[in-house]
């Protein structure tokens, strides 16, 4: 049933590594024509552009509105149209507690995970619907469904801003044949933890049903399935979770 990905075309934002990168691998491998996007780390998203056999690569920080629109215009061109728009760019930058977190801090944040959910999203839209429809897919984190540990409340609660913002949108899109769903990944190994330190690794995978953490890859089956309208053509404002068990809803 996934053949009917083969040919379409996608945007995924944070493309440059982890998930992102592991996504669109699939992607590319499953016929989509892929754009890949970086900010800091243009080198790797220029090799995992080039590993993929990808349409191009667009930089630029997705949190600033005029550069999202940016980015979403120079993959569409690169393209020719959108199909699938995968929203993976986010980041914690930094653990700090709710006593002690600052202005600066929070805006950073919420640009990272939020504006540019929203801004990116905007910009595609109309191509999306010029398309015939598609679909959005949404990173959002085990964090936005539980509030997130120690450190992490802007992120969690920035989280959980995309996960309402993904079911607000799929309520306006629907008529448009433009679904629109989150993956909710839990703890995985990507370069998002590389501070993490390994006593919290360790406690963390003693406390996931499955007993370890979760890898990139682990993610890659429902980002697939939801950009397939074959398999998810009826699924709008939902989301997946991929976490191992480490929470049940």
Known sequence: MLQDLRGKRALVTGSSTGIGAAVARELARLGVRVVIHGNKNAEAAQAVAKEIGAAGVVLGDVGDGQTAARIVEEAVKLLGGLDILINNAGAIHDRVTNAEFDEAMYERVYDTNVRSVLAVTKAAFPHLKAAGGGSIIN??????????????????????????????????????????????????????????????????????????????????GAYVFLASAAMSGYITGQIIDVNGGQLMV
């Open 139 to 220: 990173t959002g984190s085990v964090a936005g469904r539980f509030g997130g540990f120690g450190g992490s409340a802007v992120y969690a609660s920035a989280k959980a801003a995309v996960h309402s913002i993904t079911r607000n949108a799929a309520r306006e899109f629907a008529e448009a044949g433009v679904r629109v769903n989150v993956v909710a990944p839990g703890f995985i190994i990507t370069p998002f933890h590389d501070k993490t330190p390994e006593s919290v690794r360790q406690t963390a995978a003693a406390q996931i049903p499955m007993k370890r953490l979760g890898t990139a890859e682990d993610c890659v």
